[in-house]
């Protein structure tokens, strides 16, 4: 059976930091369970000593001195080799429950990953719009629209054709509000259903 000589990667001076904190426990219980993978408990045994042997040979080595993956290691070797030491056969991350329950947990963390990305898409689209729909241009489009519809876009005089040109520039909210309130009056006057059309 060939030996462990787990050789932790040490980051190339001046190197750009990862976006992402890497997990190096995590990736030493990895390593660990694809070697120990069809292992016996005795299998399993020799790889425990032989990871706790490196592990005193690397102790006074500076640059290891907060290596995580190197504990991560021989704790996983000793839970593997008291899990075979209990359940005999070989060993096999598909029928470790703690392996799987793991993975278990790492799929729901992304689902609710997924759920909060497409929350926050959805909002900033619908930011998106209401900014669009703010657009003086877009408002003024539509006060004007909604003036010919009522009828009083021939009758306004030049003061009120000049208001209803500086609304969306000045208050696009309040211009908003305006159309809404002809829309409302429109329909209430022609005896229509809010929401129908004239």
Same mark, same amino acid.
């Given at each position: ?12 001076? @001046? ?5 992402? =904190? ?5 990736? !030493? ?7 120990? %993978?069809?292992? +016996?408990? =005795? ?26 993956? @190197?504990?991560?290691?021989? @704790? #996983? ?9 209990? %359940? &005999? &056969? %070989? ?10 329950? #793991? ?6 963390? #992304? ?12 909002? #900033? ?10 657009? =003086? ?8 629209? %909604?003036?010919?519809? +009522? !009828? ?36 209430? @006057?022609? &005896?229509?259903?809010? !929401?129908?059309?004239?």
């Amino acid at each position: 059976m060939p030996r462990s000589r787990r050789r932790p990667r040490i980051p190339a001076p @001046g190197a750009a930091a990862p976006r992402q =904190p890497v997990d190096q426990a995590k990736i !030493g219980r990895s390593s660990v369970r694809r070697r120990a %993978t069809g292992m +016996t408990a =005795p299998e399993a045994a020799a790889a425990l000593e032989d990871a706790r042997l490196q592990q005193h040979i690397d102790r006074d080595r500076r640059d290891l001195a907060d290596d995580e993956r @190197g504990p991560a290691e021989v @704790g #996983e070797w000793e839970r593997i080799a008291q899990l075979l030491a209990t %359940t &005999g &056969g %070989t060993y096999d991350p598909k029928a470790d429950a703690v392996v799987q329950d #793991e993975l278990a947990a790492e799929a729901e963390r #992304e689902r609710e990953k997924q759920l909060e990305d497409d929350k926050r898409r959805q909002e #900033e689209e619908a930011e998106t719009a209401r900014r669009a729909a703010l657009a =003086p241009d877009v408002l003024r489009h539509a006060l004007l629209r %909604t003036l010919a519809r +009522t !009828g009083l876009l021939d009758s306004l005089s030049e003061d009120e054709q000049a208001a209803v040109n500086r609304l969306p520039d000045s208050d696009p909210a309040a211009a908003l509000a305006v159309n809404a309130l002809l829309v409302r009056a429109h329909e209430a @006057g022609s &005896g229509l259903r809010p !929401g129908a059309a004239s």
